[in-house]
């Protein structure tokens, strides 16, 4: 089992800036795909950006491409989403997820919530 926490969300204004954080326990993730997804009010959750087990493949969705950044550092099992550029539709709720490859993603954190305002 593995267990995530996201941490790092909050309120910030149009064309700012936030860095989320996903902290893996329980077992290593260094073998796992990792991704970011998010879910607005009244839509289905949506996918963000993934990438993988050695962090040399990334994917974004084409609505945060060129603004977000996924990273990963094994050594602290921990997953990162640099966000820039911040929109109002952005805002949502934001979860992090891990599995053995995409889209295979069996564990799920708690998420965390991001309002942009405008």
């Known amino acids: 089992q593995v267990q995530l926490v996201e941490s790092g969300g909050g309120l910030v204004q149009a064309g700012g800036s936030l860095s989320l954080s996903c902290a893996a326990s329980?077992?290593?993730?260094?073998?796992?795909?990792m991704g970011w997804f998010r879910q607005a009010p009244g839509k289905e959750r949506e996918f963000v950006a993934r990438i993988s087990w050695s962090g040399g493949t990334k994917f974004y969705a084409d609505s945060v491409k060129g603004r977000f950044t996924i990273s990963r550092d094994n050594a602290k099992n921990t997953v990162y989403l640099q966000m820039n550029s911040l929109k109002p539709e952005d805002t949502a709720v934001y979860y992090c997820?891990?599995?053995?490859?995409?889209?295979?993603?069996?564990?799920w954190g708690q998420g965390t919530q991001v309002t942009v305002s405008s």
């Open positions: 329980g077992r290593s993730i260094n073998t796992y795909s």
């Open positions: 997820a891990a599995g053995p490859h995409w889209p295979q993603y069996e564990f």
